[in-house]
């Protein structure tokens, strides 16, 4: 069953769509490594938060993502406009649209 994951991070005050960009910046290199869905939302009830869903083949792929070079420099650029208010929540996909999945 693939593996969910969605997470919350908050920005330092004008800082949000610059994270965003780095972010987004590299989902060429997600898709190579397993990823299935990765969608980066801005909350419309402040200009801080950011929501993050991902849908990986399987938790050991989303894993071993965050160990590559290029993922690691991404959070390494991001870290410093980050405040370090951080939610995550894993899941098992059930199904949904969008996806090709069976």
């Known amino acids: 069953m693939p593996y969910g994951y969605i997470a919350s991070m908050k920005t330092k005050p004008g800082h949000r769509d610059e994270v965003a960009a780095i ?18 939302g801005l909350a419309e009830t402040d200009d801080v938060t950011i929501w993050v869903t991902e849908v990986w083949e399987s938790k050991e792929r989303h894993d071993a ?8 420099a991404a959070i390494a650029r991001a870290m410093p406009m980050l405040t370090g208010e951080f939610t995550g929540q894993e899941t098992a996909i059930a199904g949904g649209l969008g996806l090709g999945l069976s």
Do not use: I, K, N, Q
């Open 23 to 40: 972010l987004t910046g590299g989902a060429d290199g997600l898709r190579a490594a397993g990823c299935h869905l990765y969608l980066v």
């Open 65 to 72: 993502s965050l160990r590559l070079p290029a993922t690691r």
